[in-house]
């Protein structure tokens, strides 16, 4: 039963049907760069001499943190809808008694939540890319370099984040539940541990120190923030982490996360 | 369509479930013939849903074989299901999309073919005006019929609707049952899980009776009413003089009276209709009907489910399990 394509258009249209979390993603993707540059332009025209334009190579590393933490929950959204609707609306018995391989069932959420989440992103980086050029004042602009690695720094991000989402909440039968957890950590315990000296260099697997790595600029040095030895006696916490590391780790967690939620689809009873 | 008749649509042999220490499912030997429309009864949580589910592989036996259009399930289940349309208790859906879309989720597992159908299925449920509605306004009656239409999108020779009547009002349920027998009409079987007795009867041709996780019984609705005994249903003009010479014959072994005012009587397993009608006759006594009683499935159905409530019958060594009188309509 050669299905694949048709199944992929069926899980996108699952998705794009649910107007508002359509309309809540691109509220947070576009919305975080609309709000960064607002405010870098509100600053700049209060006070250009102590605040420098909101675009420009400046603007393009500032507006970065908050576009992150957007798109990565917007993917976290989009993924566990994914992973749990067909569960959680009570569709997946009759999707199950159809025989199609509930290993394909599980599969082709993956591409068909990424047409979804993917020309949001794309939008998102495109009124970046616009508001750096357009508001620059003069300043310099990001070499076609940056903003390739840009560019590829956002699709890690949002398919890590969105492939994590969507197995976890295949594996826990809830949307609720996986989103807790994942914003939980993406806002919350994932920066505690990563600024844990502690950890050392285990904190290479972190999905966040990961996808920090690929920004544009990372260098393999990174610094995590500040080990003290006693007041006044700091140093900068550094673990070394190469690309190749990095995407490692990124390939881990997605390969990890989809195994979980296909074998909690082809396993569980319907 | 062309069907052989003779297929058998589904089968279990020895079929049990267990979860944890409860049993849910003992010993299950069941036959649905292809063409036919069948009921499974039973009162709540007799295993009807258990049973469907072990039908459709959703869930693992913990013994005992099902095949199902000629193929073993789960082992064969890709092929097994290709040509089964199932809702499994209420039918569910994406409410955020329209009655249209949802099918076209189901339709794009199966094949191009069965996307094409939509059209034909809506229509065939009476939804094609509403088809492109959300499901979150529709009527459970109208779910139900969805759930059908979405049944119907690999135009299945095996039909299996779990409680399917649920929610219908009483022209929906007139409806269902002409479309039941319709499906049926064309040579598909169409198995109807039901506790709804009355509808059972009017639609079914062939039943078995579940209790308590047990087959209890499974024939043609015909002999199932028929296995009451040797009844004959008597109207006649002197009530009075018509029970003193009954009481008279050795071989009448009890008479009753039924609210309508005609005598019941139970003969002797050699004794025939004819001699009572003689025999009446002769000892001056009009006789205005004379046929065979036959019980209702209702009756049947709580002679056969309460018997089981007896302590002595429910245990585990010794389940009653029906014979196959006759499953063919």
Not at chain 1, 40 to 52: E, M, N, V
Not at chain 2, 46 to 54: Q, V
Not at chain 2, 82 to 103: K, T
Request: contains cysteine; aromatic residues 4%; glycine residues 10%.
């Amino acid at each position: 039963m050669n299905r694949v394509i048709p199944m992929i258009n069926a899980e996108w249209l699952k998705l794009r049907k649910r107007r508002g979390l359509t309309w809540l993603s691109l509220l947070l993707i576009a919305g975080s760069v609309l709000l960064t540059n607002g405010i870098l332009t509100l600053y700049h025209l209060s006070d250009s001499a102590k605040y420098g334009p909101a675009g420009g190579v400046g603007g393009f590393s500032n507006s970065q943190t908050l576009f992150g933490i957007a798109a990565a929950l917007a993917a976290i959204l989009i993924g566990a809808t994914a992973g749990a609707q067909d569960v959680e609306s009570g569709v997946f018995r009759s999707l199950a008694a159809t025989g199609q391989s509930r290993v394909r069932l599980a599969l082709v959420r993956i591409p068909g939540g990424l047409l979804q989440l993917i020309p949001m992103l794309l939008l998102g980086y495109g009124l970046e890319v616009a508001a750096v050029f357009l508001l620059a004042g003069g300043t310099p602009t990001p070499s076609a370099t940056d903003l390739l690695v840009e560019l590829g720094w956002l699709l890690t991000l949002g398919v890590l984040n969105f492939t994590v989402g969507l197995g976890l909440a295949a594996l826990l039968r809830s949307r609720a539940f996986a989103v807790g957890i994942l914003v939980a950590w993406e806002l919350a315990g994932s920066r505690v541990i990563d600024r844990l000296s502690d950890f050392g260099n285990w904190r290479v697997l972190s999905s966040t120190v990961a996808t920090d790595r690929l920004l544009p600029g990372a260098s393999n040095a990174m610094t995590l923030g500040r080990e003290c030895t006693a007041p006044g006696a700091c140093t900068p916490d550094i673990v070394t982490v190469s690309i190749a590391a990095a995407l490692l780790v990124i390939l881990g967690w997605i390969v990890v996360f989809t195994i979980a939620g296909v074998w909690r689809t082809a396993t569980q009873e319907a | 369509m062309n069907v052989n008749s003779s297929e058998v649509a589904a089968s279990t042999h020895n079929l049990g479930k267990r979860f944890g220490e409860r049993s849910a499912l003992r010993d299950i030997d069941l036959v649905v013939p292809q063409g036919v429309a069948f009921g499974l009864l039973g009162p709540n949580g007799a295993g009807k849903t258990t049973l469907i589910r072990c039908l459709l592989g959703l869930t693992r036996p913990t013994s005992g074989t099902v095949e199902l259009m000629g193929h073993a399930v789960p082992g064969e289940r890709a092929a097994a299901l290709a040509r089964v349309g199932a809702v499994v208790e209420e039918p569910r859906f994406h409410d955020h999309l329209s009655g249209r879309e949802n099918l076209r989720i189901v339709s794009a597992l199966l094949s191009d073919a069965a996307t094409a159908r939509i059209p034909e299925v809506l229509h065939r449920v009476g939804l094609s005006e509403r088809a492109g509605d959300r499901v979150a306004s529709y009527s459970l009656g109208m779910r139900q019929r969805l759930g059908i239409a979405r049944c119907l999108l690999n135009d299945p020779l095996l039909l299996i609707l779990d409680e399917p009547m649920n929610g219908l009002d009483p022209a929906g349920i007139q409806e269902f049952r002409i479309l039941v027998r319709a499906l049926v009409g064309e040579g598909r079987s169409v198995l109807i899980s039901s506790h709804l007795l009355d509808e059972i009867e009017k639609t079914c041709d062939v039943v078995a009776i579940i209790d308590r996780g047990v087959l209890v019984r499974q024939a043609a609705l015909s002999a199932l009413r028929q296995a009451s005994g040797n009844q004959v249903r008597v109207m006649v003009g002197d009530m009075v003089l018509a029970r003193a010479v009954l009481g008279r014959i050795a071989w009448v072994q009890s008479v009753a009276v039924e609210d309508s005012g005609a005598l019941v009587c139970t003969l002797a397993t050699d004794a025939t209709a004819a001699a009572l009608n003689r025999t009446l006759v002769q000892a001056k006594v009009d006789v205005s009907l004379l046929e065979p009683a036959s019980a209702s499935l209702e009756q049947r159905f709580l002679d056969l489910t309460t018997r089981l409530q007896e302590p002595s019958n429910t245990s585990e060594s010794a389940p009653r399990r029906g014979a196959h009188e006759e499953v063919r309509a």
